[in-house]
């Protein structure tokens, strides 16, 4: 039945088998022995007489899954209908090269589920039949010629109308003549896939305006969305650019995995299974979810069940930074301690003026976290640009403040105590660049004081 099912149209295809139609838009046989019989009902009517005649081979019935309408219930008659196609097979040689210019995280994203994804996409079926989309540009004239219009300007031009509103119904009374031929809408919209994957050009209006800043910002830098876009919006998106212009929408990309609630199940209000993240923010900070959700499975494309427990752990590790600068702030205000920026208003790197092993212990625990981090973010690696920042903040405030507190207590004011002062003043306004993506309140905060 190459009509009514996939498996059996491509079949058919392939031995020559023309599809043709038996069954109504409702579901009902039309002009054959079954005819007025709805298409459920008839099974067994069929299995029978393929008995009678001699020619069903096997008879049984197979248990397995089928869509049907989550709300009414009722299953899904498949049923071919005329279609228009994007045509993907020419175009997998290209999306395959140009996927090798994207940088994705996590990487085996490149090379597993979005490359399989294109090496296995069947050709695109571009038009619905639905009222409510974007038209189909596409007018078929009566002696069956095609012609696909480029703008409103072209279509006023032809049919000598102008639209407010270019949706359906109001586009399909639209009809021109050309040569004699009349032309009328095909009645289809577009697949929203399509709008989707039309983003990176879209959103300028090109290539009727800002030809300039389109192409400034083509490809993109960058694109995030969860690991189910993947085989979505991603390869739509990359589909469309890559035929349209030979080049890949984007250089680089990160897939995020789900939060689940915290019993590992989908977040549900019904299940009771999570807070409320605005009551986290509102208790922990905004600045430790962002903080705990950057640094999780989450950015490596993984699941990860979302837990208070785990933010207010965030929060509490995230308090060595205000504890570090409320010590700071204190003695400075008391001694009068003022920063001295170098000639060029900068902050001036200590480490070469410096002589306490823990002043310069701590400036170079600075410099490696400074390096790894750009290393990583550079990557779009956002777990391991994270991951030196706590351990950081443990040394600097349990260790470093903890054992220079009497350097800072001394009433005398020597060289050593204003390297103290120095250090940690440098240590401060570092971590508040460090720590700008990922708790912008803190940093903001830190940086402004």
């Known amino acids: 039945a190459p009509a009514y099912g996939e498996d059996d149209f491509e079949l058919a295809k392939q031995q020559g088998i023309a599809a043709f139609h038996v069954i109504d838009d409702n579901g009902y046989y039309t002009d054959t022995i079954y005819n007025g019989l ?6 067994k009517l069929i299995a029978k007489d393929l008995k009678e005649k001699g020619i069903a081979w096997k008879i049984e019935y197979i248990r397995h899954e089928y869509p049907f309408n989550p709300r009414s219930k009722q299953r899904i008659m498949y049923r071919a ?15 395959l090269e140009k996927n090798e210019n994207i940088n994705w995280f996590p990487g085996h ?11 296995q996409a069947p050709d695109w079926n571009l038009s619905r039949d639905r009222f409510w989309a974007t038209a189909m540009p596409v007018w078929k004239g009566d002696n069956g010629s095609i012609r696909v219009i480029g703008s409103y300007a072209e279509l006023k031009e032809l049919s000598g109308v102008e639209l407010e509103d270019y949706h359906r119904p109001w586009v399909d009374d639209i009809t021109f003549e050309i040569d004699g031929e009349k032309f009328t809408r095909v009645d289809k919209v577009l697949d929203g896939w399509f709008e989707s994957g039309s983003m990176p050009f879209a959103q300028f209006h090109y290539p009727f305006e800002n030809k300039e800043k389109f192409e400034a910002n083509f490809p993109g830098d960058f694109i995030v969305e969860y690991v189910g876009q993947v085989r979505a919006w991603f390869y739509y998106v990359h589909a469309v650019n890559t035929a349209l212009f030979g080049e890949e929408a984007f250089k680089n990309v990160i897939s995020t995995g789900v939060v689940a609630g915290n019993d590992g199940r989908k977040m549900s209000k019904s299940l009771g299974n999570f807070t409320d993240p605005n009551e986290l923010m509102d208790k922990f900070s905004a600045d430790s979810l962002r903080f705990l959700l950057l640094g999780s499975p989450l950015l490596n494309g993984e699941d990860f069940s979302l837990l208070d427990k785990d933010v207010g752990d965030v929060a509490r590790k995230l308090s060595m930074v205000w504890n570090m600068y409320d010590f700071f702030t204190m003695y400075a205000e008391v001694d009068g301690w003022e920063f001295s920026p170098s000639s060029d208003g900068k902050l001036e790197d200590p480490l070469d003026s410096l002589t306490n092993p823990l002043d310069i212990w701590i400036v170079s625990r600075v410099h490696q976290l400074v390096a790894e981090v750009e290393e990583n973010m550079d990557a779009y690696n956002i777990p391991d640009a994270m991951s030196p920042i706590l351990p950081l903040l443990d040394d600097a405030s349990n260790w470093y403040v903890r054992r220079s507190r009497r350097r800072f207590w001394k009433s005398e004011d020597d060289g050593d105590k204003n390297d103290a002062y120095k250090t940690l003043h440098y240590v401060l306004v570092r971590l508040s660049y460090v720590l700008a993506p990922f708790t912008p309140f803190l940093a903001e905060e830190l940086y402004r004081n």
Not at 81 to 95: A, D, R, T, V, Y
């Open 109 to 119: 994203l490149k090379h597993g589920r979005f490359a399989k994804n294109i090496e």
């Open 38 to 43: 709805e298409v459920w009902d008839n099974n």
């Open 81 to 95: 209908i005329p279609s228009w196609f994007f045509e993907i097979q020419g175009s997998k040689p290209l999306m």
